[in-house]
């Protein structure tokens, strides 16, 4: 069973561009969440979706957009890079409560 | 207030030892999940074991084992017979709201424990 899939894996950008990165879960899985993690910050929650539906949101501007299509496939959106959008993206699946299984993540690096 | 606490932020640990790493958490919600995830250094988080609020036994998986202590909010991970692959960083994370379909995603997770296995 293929695990979480996440691309492009790594990507530079400069200040102001804009960057989409993509999320496949796990076959059967309808939740996708994404989480962005940096040193200083640690791992913060992005947003969630379900059936093509965002259930949960986190704390993060309105630069940070993301959708799910109807095949589970999830895409984030970041407008207008700064700096300190750089991180590692982290996108995780889910079918239940007791499980939420991981991406190998994008590092986004902005210059 | 943080809801997932890790005071450790580096532990090591000698090959074939036994280690803890521990984790306090804060809710009011009566249902709830507690998750460990392993984080090596190529950074994909890798699931390694879930206790549920209501589960009466604590979890086990392998050399993994999580000690649940409900009245003190407290969930720490204990690895068994430790090897060189389990150096890595390791983060505690919570669910709330189990079975009600209001956040079935959101995971809040403490800082991280980085855990060093040496020969």
């Known amino acids: 069973k293929a695990g979480v899939t996440q691309t492009p894996r790594y990507l530079i950008k400069t200040r102001g561009q804009q960057v989409t990165l993509s999320c496949s879960p796990i076959s059967g899985h309808r939740s996708v969440s994404w989480y962005q993690q940096t040193p200083g910050q640690g791992l913060q929650f992005l947003f969630e979706?379900?059936?093509?539906?965002?259930?949960n949101k986190g704390n993060f501007p309105g630069r940070f957009s993301g959708r799910q299509f109807s095949n589970s496939r999830s895409e984030m959106n970041v407008s207008t890079l700064e700096l300190g959008d750089s991180a590692l993206y982290l996108c995780a699946s889910s079918r239940g409560d007791n499980e939420q299984f991981f991406g190998p993540g994008t590092r986004l690096t902005v210059l | 207030a943080q809801k997932i606490t890790q005071t450790q932020p580096g532990m090591f640990v000698q090959e074939k030892e036994a280690v803890t790493l521990d984790c306090t958490y804060d809710?009011?919600?009566?249902?709830?999940?507690l998750f460990w995830y392993k984080q090596p250094s190529s950074g994909e988080m890798i699931f390694l074991i879930y206790?549920?609020?209501?589960?009466?036994q604590n979890a086990t998986e392998g050399r993994y084992s999580l000690n649940f202590q409900k009245a003190r909010k407290s969930a720490n991970l204990v690895i068994s017979a430790s090897q060189l692959g389990d150096s890595a960083m390791y983060f505690c994370?919570?669910?709330?709201?189990?079975?009600?379909?209001?956040?079935?995603?959101?995971?809040?997770f403490g800082r991280g424990t980085q855990l060093t296995v040496w020969p």
């Open positions: 206790q549920g609020s209501y589960d009466q």
């Open positions: 809710t009011s919600d009566p249902s709830y999940g």
């Open positions: 994370a919570m669910r709330e709201g189990l079975g009600r379909g209001s956040t079935l995603g959101r995971l809040y």
């Open positions: 979706y379900f059936s093509e539906t965002q259930r």
